[in-house]
């Protein structure tokens, strides 16, 4: 079955630790994005990468980075200078350069202790 | 500055309601507008809009665009308990390399 996979389904961290969200497709997407999803505010975009080896800034991309070196693969780190990382975070995929239709994996709840 | 506004942000109904949820939007340069259903976790899509008064259907579910008031509605009939999600609705910027604009969402609740 092809699809995104995310792990962990939950996560918890310690304040001034770093954090890796894995996320995987075998849609043989070109696009990746990452999603932060809050209560009362709706979905901001992270980061996304439209090919390998490329990929940039959302609208709330500090405290985050990532990396896209295989086509199947785009995790994200949370850093410690990330002020507030509790939330629930959105992996998704598009088939091609636009981001039209995203498919998304089941999201990753992150909790810091 | 683009925006994505949704109403009402929350509906409870009983099970045979049918319920309209709105979708507005102020986007330059719109390309399409899509719609999403996230029960627990993944949001999942539903329909692509691009053209007006064109409605899309899949089984209890419709939905139209009317691009000249910027606006799309979704029409669930018959609701069942299932229907209870959050429903999603994005717009498409054509310019800004492609970015999705996103709404709050409708949290709908079915009760039996």
């Known amino acids: 079955d092809g699809g995104i996979t995310q792990s962990p389904k939950y996560l918890f961290r310690k304040e001034g630790q770093n954090v890796t969200l894995s996320c995987e497709q075998n849609?043989?997407?070109?696009?990746m994005y990452w999603y932060r999803q809050d209560p009362g505010q709706g979905l901001r975009l992270i980061y996304y990468?439209?090919?390998?080896?490329?990929?940039q800034k959302g609208d709330i991309a500090e405290g985050y980075s990532v990396s896209r070196e295989k086509k199947e693969s785009f995790p994200l780190t949370v850093t410690s200078a990330q002020k507030n990382p509790t939330a629930f975070y959105l992996c998704?995929?598009?088939?091609?350069?636009?981001?039209?239709?995203?498919?998304f994996g089941p999201g990753t709840r992150l909790l810091v202790l | 500055e683009d925006k994505v506004v949704q109403s009402p942000l929350s509906l409870v109904v009983h099970e045979g309601d049918t319920v309209t949820l709105n979708c507005s939007y102020e986007?330059?340069?719109?390309?399409?507008l899509l719609w999403y259903k996230q029960e627990k976790k993944a949001p999942t899509f539903l329909f692509m809009l691009?053209?007006s008064g064109i409605e899309k259907k899949s089984g209890r579910l419709s939905s139209i665009l009317d691009k000249k008031e910027l606006f799309s509605i979704l029409n669930i009939t018959a609701t069942q308990t299932g229907d209870s999600a959050i429903y999603l609705c994005?717009?498409?910027?054509?310019?800004?390399?492609?970015?999705?604009?996103w709404g709050l969402g409708t949290s709908l609740a079915v009760n039996p």
């Open positions: 691009t053209s």
């Open positions: 990468s439209q090919i390998v080896n490329d990929f």
């Open positions: 994005a717009v498409v910027n054509a310019g800004n390399n492609r970015k999705l604009i």
């Open positions: 998704a995929s598009s088939r091609t350069q636009v981001q039209e239709t995203q498919y």
């Open positions: 986007v330059t340069n719109f390309r399409s």
């Open positions: 849609l043989n997407h070109d696009a």
